[in-house]
């Protein structure tokens, strides 16, 4: 086929052939397979693409055609429309593969391909390539090369998932040494000791998996309304006590008020938004949140701050944060009022719990880092620090610089055990939880993923992009396939303020998502640690129960090598 | 599974009893090993009771570098009690197997229990260090009025090799343990009953959480609680860090392993207590499967079960002599003249006590908390 108009110049004295500035579709990270033979030319993927990387157009085809009885062959040209793939790297294919669901035929849909050369030409403008989702690394976890390997077997006897009674729950909150309750004796019976002045944390009781920090926002509306509504009914119909954290962004003014308060986690970072709002609510709530999350550092971006694009920040999202519409909204990387850790950290624990009467666990979460000990061990001494949540590199964001989420971070396997293991060194491993976050369920696997965690050493984990992709479709993956999160332009309705694209998604249906996820989550939670012989208490720190396949992972871990 | 058996009695008896208690409940048992702690001991230590007494096993170098020790810590030996070894197929004689009577130097004469309590601890690991690297020294238990006796090879047999049948040592309270050999090598210091400073225990069962609860002992800062060649030396630590450490009555022994629901805390008058004690001592928190027989330093003989019940055990008796068992055959064995009707299998939320003397049994409730 030949183009049906011809460029003026090209017929006067530039050589047809020479496209020498123009990138080949072999540059592409995706290659769109159409087929002319099942198109009807209906013209839904070349609409329904959030990146315009396929356009229809026309073609000029050379038919050599013959009737009659004997061969008499005429060249006919005749003119065709097509769907076309643009080699325009602005508007390069994602993968996401919209054009594939919305078309009737199956004539249209991306391929994967591994010779691409994207990051070479995605920085147009000198600037670099940004996105949302989570880092590009198709390859195996190490999360996922865990494997369980102490099984109960006949000298003691496996538990029974369906028979026995389990607890899969977890504490977030500070707990107080036993040495420093104030307990005293009253006919051979404890009673607390209402005169002493030790300060009692408040403590969470809640279900290990929690849903992380996603702004209403960075999140569209169904999609923010549908985990709330999930996790409310978790909580209220299934008596299974998930929480989610807001994100940074503030909470919308009607939940700030509601009895469904105690089931979310305040965020509160660098760019404050949406907190004139809740603290002037705070007279008003009936209930307290179930805890304060301050955000230091986010495992998809460590040290960079976030930002909410101007086209997210619709009416909506402007009132809930106490901002103008249609601003970019950036939050600084630190908090710029604080210039120490003892400011930055302890301070402000301190002025949230007081917010609350005290009565609210806060903690701060931080990217996963070498440094995430001396983090630690400035908790550890802080008797009003009520946690530590670290985001180890594979965790997701809604937008980022490509550099960020590929190359920086620490991953969180390591991370979190080293942290367990120095809390153990201090005897102070049940007082101050670690939350992991970052790449669980990457490959689907929650609730092994969560469990792993747990025996290395975490009291619960976080989960963010496996929400979206198991409870809304999400398409992204580790191929960069979508992630268009920072865009506004969500295929899917997930991550967009636009209502025409978010009236996609359909927040009952993600509630009822949510809801399937948690419950077959702890079954299979349960499905792993009744083989293990444990039901009563969360196997926090048992890592001999773990194994992995490699020598050096292994001694990194402190847990046994198998193979 | 291990077969145990703990007599208590307000007479002094021979280990025979629980010996043969031990050889009825054999059926299928390999019999690895035997452990014997006797307490309240009466023939010749009668007249020794507040002096303390080292038990163990020694090389002949062993000996030397145990002498030389002692002298420099300024312990003078007043007494040496030595088994009648009786060599017999299967079983490995070690050089010199003892329970060496001291008298405490003489700065610690006139000090406090509590802090003899911690020299003769802080002497018996020091030991444990010199010995365990060449295996040139064993050392189980430093302490008054008690002796523990340790060696591989079945139980019957074992008590053979130490004369025992022909010895006229007693006590009034005796544990035993028949060792079922699992998934460790046999090691001495992995053989029950385990003891420190006073308390006791020995156990049936794996412990699946042992992991975390070692973890957690030993990030005390108490220097005993080390060792753990066994997964079940954890419950023994476990007692003395909740009654010793803590100062919790013993009752709450039961609360911190085997810990009660939300729902079931609401009926405990203490509930408000048990709630930050759960939260403090989560990591203690023990799975099963598991029966615990222990004893404290008052002589209180005590059996409990973890919260799913996957190991047997038995309590009975007659008023004077009670045994807390592992099997009913043996107890049939031990105490024959009792009362079969009133025998105690105790339940999830049980925790079956026998006071000092074997003067009475109670049954303590956990949901009721009496």
């Known amino acids: ?507 009952d249906k993600v509630a009822e998502r949510v809801v399937e996820v948690f419950k077959s989550a702890n079954v299979e939670l349960k499905k792993i640690f009744a083989p293990m012989g444990r039901s009563t208490e969360l196997p926090i720190g048992m890592s001999d129960g773990l194994s992995i396949d490699d020598k050096a992972m292994a001694e990194r871990l402190e847990i046994s090598y198998a193979c | 599974m291990c077969r145990l058996v703990a007599i208590t009695s307000n007479e002094y008896f021979s280990p025979v009893e629980n010996i043969l208690a031990l050889e009825t409940m054999k059926e299928g048992h390999d019999g690895s090993g035997l452990g014997l702690t006797l307490r309240d001991l009466g023939g010749e230590f009668e007249e020794l009771k507040g002096y303390p007494i080292l038990s163990g096993i020694c090389s002949k170098k062993g000996v030397q570098m145990l002498n030389e020790f002692m002298h420099k810590a300024g312990f003078t030996l007043k007494d040496i009690w030595t088994p009648k070894i009786k060599h017999l197929k299967g079983i490995m004689r070690r050089d010199y197997y003892f329970a060496r009577i001291y008298d405490y130097p003489e700065s610690y004469r006139n000090k406090s229990m509590h802090e003899k309590e911690d020299l003769l601890m802080n002497i018996r690991l020091s030991l444990r260090k010199i010995g365990e690297s060449d295996g040139s020294m064993f050392v189980f238990s430093f302490y008054p009025d008690v002796i523990t006796l340790k060696e591989v090879g079945d139980p019957l047999q074992v008590y053979e090799f130490f004369g025992l049948d022909k010895n006229t040592i007693k006590a009034k309270i005796i544990f035993a343990q028949g060792r079922q050999n699992t998934n460790y090598v046999i090691y001495l210091y992995a053989c029950h009953p385990f003891f420190i400073q006073g308390y006791c225990s020995m156990t049936n069962g794996e412990n699946t959480a042992f992991v975390p609860i070692r973890e957690f002992l030993m990030s005390r800062g108490f220097p005993g609680y080390l060792g753990y060649n066994s997964d079940s030396e954890v419950f023994t630590h476990t007692l003395h860090y909740t009654v010793r450490q803590l100062g919790l009555p013993l009752t709450y022994y039961k609360d911190v392993i085997t810990p009660l629901k939300a729902s079931e805390l609401e009926m405990r008058e203490d509930k408000e207590a048990l709630k930050l004690l759960k939260h403090s001592l989560r990591p203690l928190c023990i799975d099963g499967p598991n029966v615990v027989i222990g004893f404290t330093p008052e002589g209180t003989c005590f059996m409990v079960h973890d919260s799913k019940k996957l190991r047997p055990g038995v309590v009975g008796g007659v008023r004077g002599k009670y045994a807390l068992l592992s099997e009913e055959c043996g107890l049939d064995r031990a105490i024959p003249e009792r009362n079969k009707s009133e025998d105690i299998f105790p339940m999830k939320y049980d925790m079956v006590m026998v006071t000092p003397q074997a003067e009475e049994v109670r049954v303590w409730n956990q949901l009721q908390g009496t």
Not at chain 1, 125 to 142: A, F, H, Q
Not at chain 1, 225 to 252: D, I, K, R
Not at chain 1, 258 to 282: C, R, T, V
Not at chain 1, 350 to 375: L, N
Request: glycine share 8%.
């Open chain 1, 1 to 507: 086929m030949e183009p049906a108009t011809r460029n003026v110049d090209y017929l006067i004295n530039v050589p047809r052939l020479d496209h020498n500035h123009q990138l080949s579709l072999r540059e592409f990270p995706y290659i769109i397979r159409w087929r002319d033979d099942r198109c009807k030319r209906c013209g839904s993927c070349t609409a329904v693409c959030p990146v315009k990387a396929i356009e229809p157009t026309v073609k000029i085809q050379r038919i050599v055609q013959s009737e009659g009885a004997l061969p008499t062959p005429v060249v006919v040209r005749k003119i065709v429309p097509i769907v076309e793939q643009v080699t325009d790297m602005d508007r390069y294919c994602t993968g996401c593969g919209a054009c594939t669901l919305v078309c009737p035929n199956e004539a249209i849909e991306p391929e994967y391909n591994p010779q691409n050369k994207f990051l070479h030409y995605k920085n147009k403008g000198g600037e670099g390539y940004k996105r949302g989702g989570r880092r590009n690394d198709p390859s195996i976890s190490t999360l996922d090369r865990l494997k369980f390997t102490r099984i109960s077997m006949l000298t003691d006897p496996a538990l029974d998932a369906g028979r026995h009674e389990f607890h899969v729950r977890t504490l977030l909150g500070r707990i107080l040494p036993p040495e420093d309750l104030p307990l005293k004796k009253s006919n051979g019976k404890l009673m607390v000791d209402k005169m002493s002045d030790t300060f009692i944390p408040p403590v969470r009781e809640i279900f290990p998996i929690m849903i992380g920090s996603m702004s209403v926002g960075a999140l569209s509306p169904p999609m923010w309304e549908g985990l709330a509504m999930g996790v409310s009914y978790l909580n209220e119909v299934e008596g299974l006590p998930v929480v989610m954290c807001t994100g940074e962004g503030g909470v919308p003014p009607r939940l700030l008020k509601s009895k469904y308060l105690k089931y979310f986690i305040i965020q509160i970072a660098s760019g404050y938004f949406g907190w004139d709002e809740i603290i002037h609510a705070l007279p008003y709530m009936r209930e307290d949140p179930a805890a304060i999350e301050i955000k230091y550092g986010q495992g998809a971006k460590p040290g960079d701050g976030g930002l909410l694009m101007a086209q997210k920040v619709l009416k909506l999202i402007a009132s809930i944060r106490g901002v103008p519409q249609f601003i970019d909204l950036a939050s600084p990387p630190t908090h710029q009022t604080k210039y120490s850790i003892e400011e930055a950290v302890a301070k402000m624990i301190q002025s949230m719990s007081m917010a609350w009467g005290f009565r609210v666990p806060v903690y701060p979460k931080i990217s996963g880092t070498k440094t995430a000990r001396a983090v630690l061990n400035n908790l550890a001494r802080n008797p009003y620090a009520s946690a530590l949540s670290i985001d180890g590199e594979d965790g997701g964001t809604g937008a980022a610089y490509n550099v960020s989420m590929d190359k920086m971070g620490h991953p969180i396997a390591s991370n979190i055990r080293e942290c367990y293991l120095d809390l153990v060194k201090q005897g102070k491993q049940n007082e101050l939880p670690l939350i992991a976050a970052g790449g669980i369920a990457k490959k689907g696997n929650l609730a092994a993923n969560t469990a792993a965690l747990i025996m290395l050493g975490a009291s619960a984990v976080s989960i963010g992009k496996y929400i979206m992709q198991a409870a809304a479709n999400c398409f992204g993956d580790e191929y960069n396939r979508c992630n268009l999160c920072n865009t506004g332009r969500c295929p899917r309705g997930i991550t967009t303020q636009d209502p025409k694209l978010y009236r996609r998604l359909d927040s």
